[in-house]
């Protein structure tokens, strides 16, 4: 069965495909038996929903539209080729992740490489590979001059990743509060115009797109609008003649859990601010620039789940402890204290009033925390925790940290496949890099 006592514990029961399934505690030990007493469940069908979403609002109101899917939030191959058949663009920030979306089988006429440090390699080989390239710094530039002296007849096209400031009210957005971004061409310091006077003087370069990324705290409508705003301009009047796309970076809020009781913009309500800008800005073009969106979370997040099995429950000093064969680390990297989405998945049926309880893990570490305060009936031993909304960075940032990185189980029209395996002592001291 499984259990729910509302948001206010931070438990509560997500309309998921999968529900029916999820609740049964005979299939759901079957598959324990298959991968391990805790796992990642990959819900594919919900990822195609997600995309479909997403461009769906967007190119309904501006045609020439690119999704550039954020490796870095989640590469898990598998994940990333389901992506690139619907159509997205590979988005890296490494030459790791570039080399991956090739390993994958990805065009590199398709690959959008951005990040902050870039080496002469890399440079080259992106050039070389017609990949979409935003330049970060000016060394970068450096190095493109030096391959447009190499290879005098070859032409070149690059975009640039632009720093300009995006505060509200004089009161800064960006995440954790920092007053200004340390990313992209510094705009009204005249970087920007240094970047476009040097690049100018190569024949075979050209300066085909601008790109502004930024992380802010309340994901909201206004800095999209602001940044559409300034690169269109910008665009129309440094490189209006060889302008093919704008690119807003990503950030954008996904479907978030109704627990979190957050009242955030929809795919329709960014797409029709960012489109109609970018409709009345380039209206009388024939050939209007693409708009190029980058989501992550917005994409992954609510596709995975992590199921753990209870281990022990405990009472210390009148605090009831739910030790589970999962981490912090793997639904949480960065141990906020929120707690997620949660449901438990009961052996046998319980009529026991609500407790306040914590759920913890297997570590060493005291703050290792999956839930804090949850008021639910107590789990026992060997039912089943499963936390929602789990998609995003939980796979590129879990260590492993004292124990194995659990399996990876995709579901696709009720097959359930593994497509990551739980890691081994092979895997975990790889001994192609260590030294015994």
Not at 78 to 95: P, Q
Request: charged letters at 25%; glycine letters at 6%.
């Amino acid at each position: 069965m499984v259990k729910s006592t509302g948001v206010e514990g931070g438990l509560t029961v997500q309309q998921n495909p999968l529900d029916d399934f999820l609740s049964d505690h005979k299939k759901m030990t079957e598959l324990e038996h298959q991968f391990g007493s805790s796992f990642y469940l990959f819900n594919t069908e919900q990822l195609r929903m997600n995309y479909h979403k997403i461009e769906s609002a967007f190119k309904s109101r501006y045609s020439n539209f690119i999704i550039g899917y954020s490796y870095k939030t989640n590469y898990l191959p598998y994940l990333c080729k389901v992506l690139s058949k619907l159509g997205a663009y590979a988005e890296v920030v490494s030459r790791l992740e570039y080399d991956l979306a090739l390993k994958i089988g990805e065009n590199p006429k398709r690959i959008i490489f951005n990040g902050p440090l870039k080496s002469r390699d890399d440079i080259f080989y992106a050039i070389d590979n017609g990949s979409l390239l935003n330049l970060d710094s000016l060394y970068e530039i450096k190095f493109v001059e030096e391959y447009a002296k190499q290879y005098p007849k070859r032409d070149i096209k690059i975009g640039l990743r632009l720093n300009f400031d995006i505060s509200e009210n004089g009161v800064s957005p960006l995440q954790e509060g920092y007053p200004i971004s340390r990313f992209g061409i510094c705009v009204e310091s005249g970087t920007l115009h240094q970047a476009i006077t040097e690049l100018s003087a190569y024949k075979n370069i050209k300066i085909v797109g601008l790109h502004g990324h930024f992380s802010t705290k309340k994901r909201n409508i206004e800095a999209y609008q602001k940044i559409t705003e300034t690169l269109c301009k910008i665009g129309k009047r440094y490189i209006e003649e060889s302008l093919e796309y704008i690119d807003i970076g990503g950030g954008i809020y996904g479907e978030v859990p109704k627990s979190f009781n957050l009242n955030t913009p929809s795919f329709d309500d960014y797409a029709t601010v960012v489109c109609e800008i970018m409709n009345r800005e380039f209206a009388h073009w024939t050939n209007k620039p693409a708009l190029i969106l980058e989501p992550g979370i917005s994409m992954v997040a609510n596709t995975f789940q992590f199921v753990a099995k209870v281990i022990e429950t405990k009472t210390i000093r009148g605090q009831n402890f739910v030790l589970v064969d999962g981490s912090v680390h793997n639904i949480k990297p960065t141990m906020h204290k929120n707690n997620l989405p949660m449901r438990i998945t009961s052996q046998y049926p319980s009529s026991t009033k609500a407790t306040v309880f914590h759920v913890v893990g297997y570590t060493c570490m005291e703050k290792d925390y999956l839930a804090h305060e949850v008021v639910a009936e107590l789990p026992q031993i060997n039912d089943f925790l499963i936390f929602d909304n789990v998609g995003a960075y939980t796979i590129v940032f879990n260590p492993p940290f004292i124990k194995e990185r659990p399996g990876i189980v995709a579901v696709d029209e009720d097959e359930f496949m593994i497509v990551r395996k739980k890691e081994t002592l092979k895997q975990f001291v790889n001994e192609e890099i260590y030294t015994f």
